[in-house]
């Protein structure tokens, strides 16, 4: 089936946001124009109206993803509240989204080639994750699209946990303070013992720009601070470099008082001599 071509699936998957944002963004010029000569409060003249299409119509939702949001979209050329057109964009865009997600599920054979093309379809959204967020909105990454994402910190293929780790560390100001340190961060927390050092890599560089965003409290600070620390001994030198990097994004997020109170206690059992900053870090790692 059409719906199911490993070409179509990911062109799908890597493409869905720039869709959505593109049909958000027709939307908003259609609302915005003057109207049409001859146009009522009800419909545009004479014009044949808009024929939407069903999900029978178009088939699987993978076959035709485009044809749910011209659908939707096309809504406001029939004068509908510029709102009312938004939402049907967002679901036609989370109909898209979900049938992606599921596949390689419920009637699917598990075979080499399904699973492989289930990783890359996973690891496309995951690229895409940032921009759908400002697709959903707060309210609907939080309902609809972090319920997914984070279980696949889950998925056996290394670079599915890795991709998220990358790109998770660009949520947090979309989806809020509370978020960040209730969903987001234990995602990290639990990457960092991860048995694959790439993953391990990926988290620490992630948590470097999550850090950095300014959306920790301190005490979050502090906990970040001592769940890397050690890692400051770890043999790889890749993890060593980006351990500093995550350390250093917290240092600048702390009073040099706050610094010598809550962060250097923690690493100054992992340095060859004392230090009352992290900004000499480098220098008293141990050989």
Known sequence: EMGT????????????????QHAL????????????????????GEQEPVERGTSEQFGSPLRLPAAALIEA????AEAEPYDVVCHRIREAVKHVVKALLEYGGVGQENTLQAVAIGKEVKIALLRSMCVLSETFGRDGTHNFLLPYLISFMNDPAWEVRAAFCEEAAALPKRVGQVSTEGIIWPCYEQALMDQEERVLQAALG?????????????????????KVASMLLHPSAVVRERTVDVLKALG?????VDQCVFL????????????????????????
């Open 73 to 76: 979209t096309s809504a406001a």
């Open 252 to 256: 600048e997020q702390l009073t040099p």
């Open 25 to 44: 963004r027709l939307a908003e010029r259609i609302a915005d124009a003057p109207p049409r000569l001859g146009s009522s409060s009800s419909g545009v």
């Open 264 to 287: 250097m206690p923690t690493i100054r059992p992992f340095l060859q001599f004392e230090l009352f900053g992290v900004e000499s870090l480098d220098g008293a790692l141990m050989p």
């Open 5 to 20: 071509e490993p070409v179509v699936l990911l062109a799908v998957a890597r493409n869905i946001g720039a869709l959505a």
């Open 206 to 226: 992630g948590l470097s720009t999550l850090v950095a965003q300014r959306v920790l409290r301190r005490q979050s600070l502090t906990n970040v601070a001592l």
